[in-house]
């Protein structure tokens, strides 16, 4: 790939805004200006990881509910507005970076979770590629480490070398583990299985998001949701 082609995923877009006062501010305080990159990576993952909550139910048909500045006030959203915060903050870093997006099945999917979408298929799941060492990297910042402590699954690392994406399965767990009785399949240790990508993007593609769900899961499933997000503030729950 040509500098021209990187530097592209270096310049803030609306949604990414990497050249927002909130984003280059944390971008500096998590990680200083003469912190090495590979460093720079790792911390700046981790934060998004850990701080901004896992929330799969939170708004998603708004601008506003994927940009990155609104993502890292409110500290939650589920993997794409994740995604979203962790690359602006990679590109307020200079380090470039876009939005990759797979469907992934979650075999230890919550039931609430899986009645709630109708199936344990997660469509246009986000993640991050970052351009290092003259090659792209690929990570994902979904899952918080507490939550995964719940769910008895290790929280996903980042050396700022290699990819860290989702696992594919998870280590065993004993009985008394606290949420264990709500996994979809019992003792299943099967996690992650990516099952289609769906290539990369500079900035947060609402509208295609939208409609690959609506084919998913149904349109009326989707405005459903909308509709109740429209009537009620949105209050998070367990998943």
């Known amino acids: 790939m040509q500098a021209t082609e990187i530097k592209q995923y270096l310049e803030p877009t609306s949604i990414i805004d990497s050249n927002s006062g909130e984003i280059r501010s944390l971008a500096w305080q998590i990680a200083s200006s003469d912190t090495p990159d590979r460093e720079r990576a790792v911390r700046l993952y981790l934060w998004v990881r850990d701080e901004v909550i896992y929330d799969p139910y939170s708004p998603f048909y708004k601008p506003e509910h994927y940009r990155a500045s609104e993502v890292i006030k409110r500290k939650r959203g589920f993997c794409v507005p994740k995604a979203s915060a962790l690359c602006a903050l990679y590109r ?44 792209w990297i690929k990570v994902s910042p979904a899952f918080d480490k ?31 583990t606290p949420d264990q009785e709500k996994l979809v399949g019992g003792k299943e240790r099967r996690f992650m299985e990516y099952v289609r990508y769906h290539g990369t993007r500079k900035d947060v593609p609402i509208d295609e998001i939208l409609e690959a769900w609506k084919a998913a899961y149904g349109t009326e499933r989707v405005e459903s949701w909308i509709r109740e997000l429209e009537q009620s503030s949105h209050s998070t729950g367990d998943i």
């Open 92 to 135: 307020a870093s200079g380090i470039p970076a876009r939005l990759g997006f797979a469907d992934v099945k979650n075999h230890l999917a919550s039931r609430r979770i899986v009645e709630w979408l109708g199936t344990d298929l997660f469509v246009y799941h986000g993640y991050v590629e970052l351009f290092m060492n003259g090659r």
């Open 146 to 176: 507490n939550l995964c402590a719940r769910f008895g699954v290790p929280p996903l690392d980042f050396d700022g070398i290699h990819d860290a994406m989702l696992q594919a399965y998870a280590p065993p767990v004993d009985d008394e």
